[in-house]
């Protein structure tokens, strides 16, 4: 491999993959803001812990120097000696301390995912619940090189410093009837506070680069976006054949995917989808998809 | 919204995108991705009233990026996770498919984080090794010497199957 080869890997690479959707503008601002008055805050912090030293300092040596000395300074002891300040409130805090930029991550987590405790077990427990969502002849599990996984990762604070969270499942679809076919389901939950304001087709069509026709669904009065592809349009991810996505009025959003095949699977394809375009759309607003 | 801000904002609109994607092939994952170009941002918008030569903006986020990839990555973040715990790992899928990139990005994934650096700011953002070497804070001979390394390790990495397609 020489450096024209990985030039071109990197590229294919890149064209291959499926970016999410652009990040958030308003977000960068917002964290640029906060970062620069923790900052101010610092400083500010800096300058009194070094004015107050400064005074001790003065309060101490100056009159001596100035060849005074006849008077005690109020605050200082019996001997003319300031008493070591008790307060933390004007000790500079450590160097670099405060200028630290990253996310703070909830919970004592390291980083975004969280790999164990309540957070995890949502979305194992979300699992369970999309494999109870197919019709029968169908069932959800792991297959040879198709494998159940599931995320649960932390997004952001919303306003009301609530946490934002996003579970997901992909999991294998066989049929039971022993033909060896793995299709996909999947699942994606956003909880409330996102600041995405996408609705229906328009919170489809941000999904993972899937281009093709989208069209509205009512559902029981909800209106649910239901995108369908088959991959050929340019630039098209094919990670699903068909994607439902269903925004409740407070905030929560909810994806539900499904496809034939299951990606990086050597397995056959299923010959259909497991559900049908009415399902996937009522599956997305089912209320158990409806996490905090 | 001052005029800083709309600037940053502007700014950031129209290049996080691209910083995203060179994030992604330095860690592996987008979301690490993002939280990658997230602090770098943050980090540009501390210092974007020094910045008084706004032509060298993108030199400076790049250099923000790789910096605090490197030094993140030292202090133990941006391995890759997988969601799988125990499962063996699968065969190279086969190439020409989307996961051809997954078989590109596991190999980069074992190039050490500073010759992935490289090779990524040499070979994906087409800078030149002075350039390079500005971004890295290190020596022209450093960046050759790295890139070298790297590309052995790639070599060494990825499948047969896949070399004979490249070539």
């Known amino acids: 491999m020489n450096e024209h080869e990985v030039r071109d890997a990197l590229r294919g690479a890149m064209v291959a993959s499926s970016p999410p959707p652009p990040m958030d503008t308003g977000l960068a601002v917002a964290a640029g803001q ?13 300058v009194a812990g070094l004015a107050v030293v400064g005074i001790a300092v003065g309060a101490t040596y100056l009159p001596s120097a100035l060849g005074g000395g006849g008077s005690t300074e109020a605050g200082a002891g019996p001997n003319g000696v300031v008493p070591p300040i008790q307060s ?59 494998k159940v996984r599931t995320q649960s990762q932390f997004v952001d604070y919303a306003a009301n410093n609530a946490q934002v969270w996003e579970y997901q499942v992909i999991t294998p679809v066989l049929k039971t009837d022993g033909a060896g076919q793995v299709g996909t389901l999947y699942v994606q939950v956003t909880t409330a506070g996102s600041t995405s304001t996408a609705e229906a087709c328009g919170a489809a069509a941000l999904a993972w ?33 068909q994607l439902a996505a269903y925004r409740y009025t407070d905030g929560t959003l909810v994806f539900v995917g499904q496809a034939k095949a299951f990606n990086g699977s050597k397995q056959p394809a299923l010959g259909e989808l497991p559900l049908s375009g009415d399902q996937l759309a009522a599956l997305a607003t089912d209320a158990k998809f409806h996490l905090d | 919204m001052t005029d800083r801000d709309a600037a940053f904002a502007e700014y950031f609109a129209a290049r996080s995108g691209a910083m995203r994607g060179t994030a992604f092939l330095l860690c592996g994952d987008w979301h690490r991705a993002e939280d990658l170009v997230q602090v770098t941002f943050t980090k540009l918008y501390l210092a974007w009233k020094r910045i008084a030569r706004h032509e060298v903006i993108d030199s400076y986020t790049r250099q ?40 590109v990005l596991e190999a980069l994934e074992h190039v050490p984080p500073r010759q992935r650096a490289v090779l990524v700011l040499r070979y994906w953002e087409d800078l030149s090794v002075e350039e390079t070497a500005r971004a890295l804070k290190c020596t022209t001979g450093t960046v050759k010497s790295q890139a070298a390394r790297g590309l052995q390790t790639l070599r060494g990495r990825l499948a047969d199957e896949y070399q004979e397609r490249v070539r």
């Not at chain 1, 906060?34 to 805050?41: H, I, M, N, V």
């Not at chain 1, 909830?106 to 019709?135: C, E, F, I, M, N």
């Not at chain 1, 369908?228 to 699903?240: H, I, K, L, Q, V």
């Open chain 2, 64 to 103: 923000i990026l790789v910096r605090t990839f490197v030094s993140d990555t030292r202090l133990g973040r941006y391995r890759r996770e997988r969601f799988a715990d125990g499962s063996p790992e699968p065969e190279s899928p086969p190439v020409g498919s989307p996961e051809d990139r997954m078989v």
């Open chain 1, 209 to 241: 680069g899937i281009k093709g026709d989208c069209a509205v669904v009512d559902v029981g009065g909800k209106q649910v976006g239901l995108l369908g592809s088959d991959g050929s349009e340019a630039g098209s991810s094919t990670s699903f054949d």
């Open chain 1, 34 to 46: 906060k970062a620069y008055r923790r900052r101010q805050t610092t400083r500010a912090g800096v």
């Open chain 1, 88 to 146: 933390s409130a004007g000790v500079p805090p450590r160097a670099g301390a405060g200028d630290k930029t990253g996310t703070s991550w909830p919970d004592g987590q390291s980083d975004r995912t969280a790999t164990s405790g309540p957070r995890a077990d949502k979305s194992v427990d979300l699992a369970t619940k999309l494999a109870a969502a197919l019709p029968s002849g169908f069932a959800a599990r792991d297959a040879d090189d198709a």
